[in-house]
Each structure stands twice: as C-alpha cells, then as structure tokens.
C-alpha cells in the first residue's frame, strides 16, 4: 500500500483507454451536431443487407447460451461514486439499422450487447459485456481460477460479485493473464489482494516476457498511443446512432483504476502444464500473434480451448490504429494451425478472452480454421502483390477475400479490417517506403499542404470542386483535398466544416467501429477544436513501479530533449543502495547507461532506490526534497544531475491531430 501511495504522487492513476468518455455529456453539451446521412450513404448502407448472410442466426444463439444473470442497471460504479460501466446509453441498438451506421457493424454491435454470467460448460464461467474483454473463471477442488481479468479494477470486482452471487464463494487461488494487453491484466487488483499473493496464496501466471511487453507498450510510446486511443475508441462522442456504437471486441472499455501485479509463476515453452486445485491446464505459447508475449490455455478435463484474443469474431488487427507493434501474421496462423494440430480433435468448446464460446467440435475447428485461413491469405498475397511491385495503399485497394473466407462474420472487419490489415504486412516486410524517390523526403505536411493548395488555384478553388464532388459522393477524395487546405490554413473554418462533412459520412459507411470511431472523431475536432481535457496518461503508478531501472532509463533516454542537451557532458553513478548500481553519461545528446558499472570521476553519485528515482523521473519529487528528507544522498555536484532532469521533456497528452 505504502508504495501504490507513493506513486499516486508520481501520477493520477489512469482510466485505461476510454476513461476518456469521461466528459462525454460536458463536451457534448457544446459540441457541433452530427448530420444526416446523405442519399448515398443511404443508398451504400442499403446494399449491405443484399452482400452478407444476415438470415444467419447461429452469433445470436451463441451469444446469449449459458446466460444466468447481469449486474442490476447495467452499472458499475467507482468507489467515489462515479460511473465506470454503463450499457444503457446503448439501449439504442434496436430493431435494423439506421441510415447513419453500417448494418453489418450494428449486428456486431448488437450481438455486443449481450451482457452478465454465463455457462460455458461445467466448472467453466464466463462474465462477457461487462468491459471490453472477459473473464473466464475455472471452478476447481477448492478453489476458483481467473482467466485475465478486464480492464479496471471496479469492473473486475463487479464481476467477481456477479459470479459469487451465482455460484459458491470459494477463493481464488491464481490469476493467468494470457498476454500482455492492458485489459487484460488491468483489473487484477478488484479480484485479488497483492499482498497474498506476495505470501504465496494466490498465483500469478503469465507468458514469457509478459512484464516487459506490459510495461513498454503503455510506457515508451504511451503518450502518443494515448492521444490516438482517443480516436480509435471515440471517446468524445456521444452513444448514439449518430456516434460511438461499439469497439468491435466489445463496447468500450471501463472507467476505474487500471492495476498490475506482477507474475509469480511464467509458462516459457508449449506444452508446459500446471495443476491447480484439480484442474489442468495445459499452455501453448503465442508470441508475437497478437501481441508480443501472449499463450494459448487448454483444458482436458473440460474438452476446451482458450485461444485467448488469437480468434475472435472479427478480423482481427495486424496493425492497432492507435499505435503498436506491426503483428506477425505468418506466426498467427501457425500458431493457429498448430492449436488445431494439437486441440482440434479433442476440443468440444472454444472460448475466447473477447465476445462469446464456439461449441462442437467440427465448428469449432472450422472457426479457428476459417480464422487461421484468413490471416494466411492476407499474408501471402499481400506480399505476392508487393513482389508484383505493388505499394502499400495499392495492396489495400486490390487484395480481394474469397467469399468462402471473407463471408463469414467472424472474418469481418469489426477490429482489424482486410485493408489496414494487408498494409501492416507490407510495413512488416517493407517498411514505409514504397522506393518511389518522390516520396522519399516528401515535405512536411502543414508545408506541403500550401504548395498542394497554391499549385491548384487557392482554397476557393479547390473547396468549390470538393463541394462537387461531395454531392457526388466522393468523400475519401474531398477528405483528402480538404485536410491539405486545413493544414494550409488551419483557421479556414468552411474547409474544417466539409472536411468533417465528408468524414462523417465515411464513419456511417464504413463496417469496422474503429474506423467509424476514427473519422468521427476527426469530424469531432475539426467543428469543436482539441477538448481541452487532461488526455489519457498511460504511465500508471502500477507500470511504473514493474519497470526495472533500465526500462526506467530507456524512458528517460526518450524523453531527454536532444537539442536541449547538445553539447553538454553529464556522468552520473547511480547507487540503487541494494547492490546494484549504473554508470549513467550524457554525451553526444543521449543518454547511455551500463548496468553494474560505475564511472570513475563521475560529476556525482547518486544514492537513491529504484522508487526514487522514478519518483523524480515522472515528476513527483524534487531531488532537494527527496535529500532532505534522507531518501536521496548526492556524493560530487548535484546541480549536474538537477540538471539533467531539467533536459526531459513532459508531454502534451493532446496534441492536434487533424490540424496543424
């Protein structure tokens, strides 16, 4: 406890991702109304009903089998009163879609609305609908098993609630996080106490290199990942037929306090087992599929498989629009082939940490094979294309999904999508150059945006032609033209007003929530200006206190303002006061350490433990306050290391997107 108050100073403890719905009625009360949906989007919106198999019910029966109960209302509260789940602003999911969202998304979003504790099959639970992820809950002898556990702790909680009040309390014995995205493990401070599992009582099992991933993904590029979450979740738009309708892997995510425990237990090869309570498990290693350290679970006892978020019902993402790793398809679908290999013929149920179970086995083989067949056939022709000398956005454009595969809806683009999808391949083999020396040091936008605008006759100019080609229907292009006129003249409030125009009438086309979130949110900023809110801070005091020094002075390199710091020469030994100690040096403006090393002559030694000097890192203490009170001592100059702490950097959390 001592030390998680000691980081609340560091920093607020993060909602995760759409903690930011957080003002959602403040700013909507300002925000420029949403508009009609044009004949033409109508027109596409319609269509859709003649492309897809909608006469298909199996999703609906699926989604609702095993249901015993939900939480009262539909929401979770935090513990200062505050709201951190609520479905009823989605009660508008009824009947057929509306012109303004795609119908196919709205049975995506519909079938996520199925919400509360369900059966799986017996000593197998799951709570769906309750935050963007699930938890599954494994009844064994003495005990309960929880298969990752949402995003926040308030949701977790009220989760374990739902389930006792269904089932017999018996305690948990262990938490198994399948892989290292945060709602996923986010949550595991409202099931457990950390200081059992401290004792021993209670386990944490985890993938291979699980911590690390956890932490740098939120850490490193977690400012910017944080800004554009904001978009891909639409967090400033309001739950309607007009807004945000769903996320595609569930609703949303929860408000609430974002935890992590670190794993006591780590499952490093395929086939490794582990025992608990009575029930096996047996755990196939998945890294680099959806994320860096993730781990499929079998159970024999129960006949099921747990692919953890390697299937869902829905393509899923190679490449995350908010930001992250580029995924390894070809390892996807190996690693998709080899669950089959080993669990096809003895698999009865498959479940999943997102949306709802696959029961019998020859659909449930054919639903991870279907899976495994797409990710393949994105791959493979992705890169057959590129070889043809294709680039990126021309891949996206041509690869063409066989209906066999592509019709099916667990294959549809409700998260990844087949064009963001086969640019993520190509990224991953490629890079971001498609060896055209015309876009090999293309301007920067805001000034390439004057001369695109100034070459084609002024802003009236070309708003007189977008405006044509509006009414036409042509709205990826006068998106385009109007957000190079936007960035040449950022305060041309009528070329903000039809940019956002043409994107709103792309987010109430497109299938994929992600996208519709994403142009929407676009739309959002361009008529209301940046909401001047304090943003998403990934950098959680749980995050903060699993990094070990290095991932905290790989931190610090990054933040270090290498302008700032040009021609400056700092060395520091930093004596952590248990044994371990880092030289540390500025030179050439960055920063370079040597662990288990100290630096003779060096401007100063700092003595100081790990808590500390994060503390000082994120901003919490000053170094004359931490010597003061005795918990810092400085051996040589200290103003050399005040110094170079002044060279960091604090990040702007909302930073413009869709303007300059």
């Not at 508008?92 to 049975?107: C, E, K």
């Not at 909680?157 to 198994?176: E, N, T």
């Not at 499929?296 to 899923?316: G, R, S, W």
């Amino acid at each position: 406890m001592e030390k998680q108050k000691r980081y609340q100073r560091l920093t607020a403890v993060t909602v995760a991702v759409a903690t930011l719905c957080f003002s959602h009625a403040a700013v909507s009360q300002t925000a420029a109304p949403n508009k009609d949906a044009t004949v033409i989007t109508k027109q596409e919106n319609a269509e859709v009903y003649k492309q897809l198999p909608f006469d298909d019910k199996q999703d609906f029966e699926d989604a609702q089998r095993g249901f015993i109960a939900t939480i009262p209302n539909g929401v979770i509260k935090t513990d200062d009163g505050g709201t951190s789940w609520d479905l009823n602003k989605y009660k508008f999911l009824q009947g057929q879609a509306p012109d303004t969202v795609n119908p196919s998304l709205w049975r995506n979003a519909q079938l996520n609305m199925f919400n509360g504790l369900f059966k799986v099959t017996d000593h197998v639970y799951q709570v769906r609908g309750l935050d963007l992820a699930n938890m599954t809950i494994v009844e064994g002898d003495n005990g309960i098993i929880i298969i990752d556990v949402l995003v926040t702790k308030e949701a977790a909680r009220a989760a374990l609630d739902l389930y006792y009040q269904h089932r017999p309390k018996k305690p948990v014995l262990a938490v198994i996080y399948t892989h290292s995205h945060a709602d996923h493990y986010g949550g595991v401070k409202g099931v457990v106490d950390e200081a059992d599992v401290k004792s021993g009582k209670v386990k944490i099992i985890a993938p291979e290199g699980f911590l690390a991933e956890a932490v740098s993904e939120n850490v490193f590029a977690g400012n910017a990942m944080g800004r554009r979450t904001l978009y891909q979740y639409g967090a400033f738009l309001p739950a309607s037929p007009r807004g945000q309708v769903d996320a595609g892997l569930g609703k949303t995510t929860s408000f609430g306090t974002l935890g992590l425990i670190a794993p006591t237990d780590t499952i490093s090869k395929t086939g490794e087992t582990r025992t608990i309570a009575g029930v096996q498990f047996e755990f196939q290693m998945a890294p680099g599929t959806e994320a860096p350290s993730e781990m499929l679970i079998y159970m024999p006892q129960f006949k099921l498989l747990d692919t953890a978020e390697d299937t869902t019902h829905t393509l899923h993402n190679l490449y995350t629009l908010r930001g992250a790793q580029v995924r390894d398809a070809a390892n996807w679908w190996k690693v998709l082939n080899e669950a089959i290999v080993r669990y096809g013929d003895k698999t009865d149920v498959v479940i999943s940490q997102h949306q709802w179970p696959t029961w019998g086995q020859e659909r449930a083989v054919s639903y991870i094979a279907g899976t495994r067949d797409m990710f393949k056939y994105i791959h493979d022709q992705s890169l057959r294309l590129a070889n043809e000398g294709y680039t990126m956005t021309e891949i996206g454009e041509q690869i063409q999904v066989p209906d066999t595969t592509g019709k099916k809806w667990y294959n549809r683009g409700y998260y990844g999508s087949v064009n963001h999808d086969s640019k993520a391949v190509y990224q991953r083999y490629l890079g971001w150059y498609d060896s055209n020396p015309a876009n090999l040091h293309p301007l920067p936008p805001e000034e390439e945006s004057k001369e695109f605008v100034r070459y084609m006759g002024g802003a009236d100019a070309v708003m007189a032609k977008a405006k044509q080609d509006f009414d036409k229907g042509n709205y990826r292009w006068v998106a385009t033209a109007m957000n190079k006129v936007v960035f040449a003249d950022p305060d041309n409030k009528a070329a903000r007003n039809l940019e956002a125009d043409a994107l709103e009438q792309l987010g109430y086309q497109t299938e994929n929530p992600t996208w519709r979130n994403e142009y929407l949110m676009g739309a959002y900023e361009l008529r209301n200006g940046v909401p001047k809110v304090p943003g998403v801070n990934t950098v959680t005091p749980d995050a903060v206190a699993a990094m070990s020094p290095s991932l905290l002075l790989d931190y610090m390199g990054i933040r270090l303002n290498g302008p700032k710091a040009n021609g400056k020469h700092t060395t520091i030994n930093w004596d952590l006061g248990n044994g371990e100690k880092y030289a540390i040096e500025l030179r050439n403006s960055v920063l370079v350490y040597t662990q288990n090393a100290t630096l003779p002559n060096a401007d100063a030694t700092l003595t100081m433990s790990k808590d500390g000097f994060a503390s000082l890192l994120m901003g919490g203490q000053t170094l004359d306050k931490e010597t003061q009170s005795g918990k810092a001592k400085v051996a040589g100059d200290s103003q050399k290391v005040t110094a170079l702490f002044s060279m960091l950097d604090s990040f702007n959390p909302m930073f413009n997107i869709v303007t300059p």
